[in-house]
């Protein structure tokens, strides 16, 4: 233990004499750090970084040398000069150096990964209680100087002045994670470490690292050289869209894996960076690159392929064959040797249970365990690779799935169909993670799927991300403290490029950074959204590729008005109506604009006559419901229609993403418009999406009814639906013509299909009914 008492009064000591900036220092930056931190006191004067300032560190604590190391490497890269990293000793203490940043360890400083960060003209200290904290401390003295900093030689030459500060601060939570698959495309080690110095750099400490799936096994085995030749192969990949039809190959070889040496230096990389590095080994499901390898490991014996396309596999490890635990607990002796963290996790997410129904093996299992089902006999599996782990001293992680059948008994569950999974871990006294699909799933469209590059499906804007809760209102405190708090997955289905994954990625994570380090006080959307200015400045000294939908104008309607805003306030919004591109002549925004007819609005950013972000258009339909106020007798969660009123809002949905559809499982949708008068009715038109690969059905019937006081409806056309598909992945159009209505109140009700049907994909779940806008005449 470090006695810290002599630094009490270093400030003291080296605050006089302290050396003025010199006549044409620049004024050091204002303060715009991202995590926000939990106290900022600005005080007078700057600190001045030159050739001579030095680092000095405890030479006798674990690790205080990273935190000071990672500085010199900072300061070298971006200015070319050596700084001196000084380690000290107790007995030099009694020297204290002017011109020095100061890592000090201090029992005081409350939380784990805490710091207290004073910068004064002449010093700098960071006190820690571990080298954890002094290294976030680091980050953030890092971004209190200018951007260049942050790049290679992009400070050469320039005098770099941080303002004099004291800086209080603290995580919200000891969980904070990103996720990158590297199964479905492979990174080199060289961008694995660059995401990994990102998620340092936002104080983020967890890499979740998805090696293995049904597309390519990426971790070198010893023990199994065939996972290295034919499951980290496969022979070719598709191209598009998984629901494009028919599919489309590029006939070309993909392989990669890691090999041990390479995992090796990129965890010691992420231990230079306190970040925690969790394998992820996929089982049962999830295998097919395993089992082309090893085909005996499957239920039917194979043979199999290591999968060119996305999606959910039926042939997964059979769980009554004894040489399947065999493999997977070699497997795992190997991994745990490679990974020295805490945690290793096994996926158990989307596992088919149709073999097992099948299989003789599992079926003796089944019977032999006295397990009620294959649910069971999936509980069973995890609990047996439970076991397997904690005899290597590993706790094990999966996704939400495992809870069905019965949770592991020390298990921690990785929440991302919803909070439903956390939420029934922390109750049962289980960890959990958050990594809801709403707002964590940084493979989703970040703006206007139009002018996006392919995603997969989705909308998880800047916005939601930051808007982020991690703790469900549902838990007591007492549960809460099970959540360790949250992460952001990217799924590389069609992520296959270094510079595209970061594009998905950010700014999405400074946004989660701030979720997980942030308490809920000091969050502030519009003041994240000013600090992400200068932060862009910090990326673009690195050179990473974000996205730039953060300056794309959001529009809106409601009420017959459009309102247009941008997340940056200080832009003009420029519109056109007349279908050309908008240019910085175009009409300003000043406020709500009434629409009279259906209108083509095409609107983007502008700084002064720079064009930002893309340009977006939005079609409006204006008829009787548009803007009006509708009851649902079911309330969507993840498909919202994107505005309260999504099927009267005149925006009709596309099949590239959901995010204007309104969305329920299995459950009708029957929106109840009140036109607010006596409105006469000719022609009532929706849309449905049917999309049975992604588990959308059509509405087996729909219903018109009206009402005069909004209770008594009578039912006046009904229309029965063919679910069978024309062609895979359509919008379909239902229209009820001459209906010679007058009326206040019309209902729409789209009967759900139901239960999807065998044979099909995602046979047994609950089908998704998805309508757009409902357009009355
Ligand atoms: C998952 O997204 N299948 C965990
Ligand atoms: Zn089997």
Redesign the pocket.
């Given at each position: 233990m470090i006695r810290l008492l002599p630094f009490v009064i270093l400030p003291a000591l080296l605050g006089c004499g302290a050396p003025a900036l010199p006549a044409q220092q620049p004024p050091p930056p204002p303060i715009r750090i991202i995590p926000q931190p939990a106290s900022v006191e600005l005080l007078d004067g700057h600190f001045a970084l030159d050739p001579e300032t030095v680092v000095c560190f405890p030479a006798d604590a674990a690790d205080w040398e990273l935190p000071a190391r990672y500085w010199m490497s900072l300061v070298l890269e971006s200015t070319g000069w050596t700084p001196l990293a000084l380690p000290f000793r107790d007995r030099d203490r009694s020297a204290p150096r002017l011109n020095a940043i100061y890592l000090i360890p201090d029992t005081t400083v409350g939380p784990a990964e805490g710091y207290v960060l004073e910068v004064r003209p002449g010093w700098v200290l960071v006190r820690a209680r571990t080298a954890a904290g002094a290294f976030y401390g680091v980050q953030t003295l890092r971004q209190l100087f200018p951007p260049g900093l942050n790049g290679r030689n992009s400070a050469a030459n320039t005098r770099l002045a941080a303002p004099a500060c004291r800086i209080a601060d603290a995580p919200r939570f000891g969980y904070r994670g990103m996720h990158l698959d590297v199964a479905r495309h492979f990174f080199p080690v060289s961008f694995i470490k660059r995401y990994i110095d990102l998620l340092a750099q936002h104080k983020l400490n967890t890499f979740h690292w998805h090696l293995t799936d049904d597309q390519g096994w990426r971790v070198e085995i010893k023990a199994y050289p065939k996972l290295q030749t034919v499951a980290a192969c496969r022979d070719k990949t598709l191209i598009g869209h998984y629901n494009d039809q028919p599919w489309q190959f590029d006939n070309k070889p993909y392989c990669g894996f890691y090999t041990r040496e390479e995992i090796r230096d990129v965890v010691e990389y992420a231990r230079q960076r306190f970040v925690t590095v969790i394998p992820e080994i996929e089982m049962p499901g999830h295998s097919r690159a395993a089992l082309a390898a090893y085909p005996e490991l499957g239920c039917t014996g194979g043979p199999y392929q290591t999968l060119p396309v996305w999606g959910i596999a039926d042939d997964v490890f059979c769980a009554g064959n004894e040489q399947t635990f065999v493999f997977l607990e070699k497997v795992l002796e190997e991994v745990c040797a490679l990974f020295p963290g805490p945690y290793v996790h096994v996926g158990g997410?989307?596992c088919p249970k149709k073999r097992w129904k099948s299989c003789p093996k599992c079926q003796a299992r089944l019977r032999g365990q006295g397990l009620a089902d294959e649910h069971a006999l999936q509980s069973w599996f995890i609990g047996r690779i439970e076991n397997t782990l904690a005899r290597h001293g590993k706790k094990l992680i999966g996704?939400d799935e495992i809870l069905e059948g019965g949770l592991a008994p020390n298990a921690t569950v990785m929440s991302?169909r919803g909070t439903a999974g956390g939420i029934a871990a922390a109750r049962s006294g289980h960890d959990a993670i958050m990594t809801p699909g709403s707002h964590c799933y940084f493979d989703h469209y970040q703006g206007d799927p139009e002018t996006e590059p392919l995603a997969i499906s989705g909308f998880t804007s800047l916005e939601k991300v930051y808007g982020y809760e991690p703790v469900p209102a549902e838990l007591t405190p007492d549960e809460a403290r099970h959540v360790l708090g949250a992460q952001a997955?990217l799924?590389t289905e069609y992520i296959a490029t270094p510079d595209h994954a970061e594009y998905m990625a950010y700014p999405r994570a400074c946004a989660l950074a701030e979720v997980l380090w942030t308490t809920p006080e000091r969050k502030d959307w519009p003041d994240f959204a000013h600090r992400l200015k200068t932060h862009f400045l910090r990326l673009d000294a690195q050179g990473v590729r974000y996205a730039q939908t953060f300056y794309n104008v959001d529009p809106r309607f409601y009420g017959g008005r459009l309102y247009l805003s941008a997340a940056d306030s200080a832009l003009d919004i420029r519109y056109t109506t007349d279908g050309s591109e908008p240019a910085p002549t175009s009409a300003l925004y000043r406020g709500p604009v009434a629409l009279q007819q259906n209108t083509t609005l095409k609107t983007r950013a502008f700084d002064g006559a720079r064009p930002l972000g893309a340009t977006r258009t939005v079609r409006y339909l204006l008829h009787k419901a548009s803007g009006k106020p509708y009851t649902l007798s079911g309330k969507p969660v993840q498909y919202t229609g994107g505005e309260q009123y999504g099927l009267t809002n005149g925006v009709t949905g596309s099949i590239r993403s959901w995010n204007n559809w309104v969305g329920l499982v299995n459950q009708d949708i029957d929106p109840a418009i009140d036109f607010g008068e006596n409105t006469p009715v000719q022609s009532v038109t929706v849309r449905y999406a049917d999309a049975k690969s992604s588990w959308i059905w059509p509405p087996r019937r729909v219903e018109l009814s009206v009402s005069d006081d909004g209770k008594n409806y009578r039912t006046v056309a009904t229309r029965d639906i063919d679910t069978e598909t024309r062609q895979n992945n359509a919008v379909e159009t239902v229209r009820f013509d001459g209906l010679n209505l007058h009326t206040r109140f019309l209902r729409l009700t789209a009967r759900t299909y139901g239960v999807i049907p065998a044979g099909m994909d995602g046979e047994g779940n609950g089908a998704w009914l998805f309508l757009d806008e409902v357009v009355v005449e």
């Open positions: 997410d989307e996704w991302w997955n799924w």
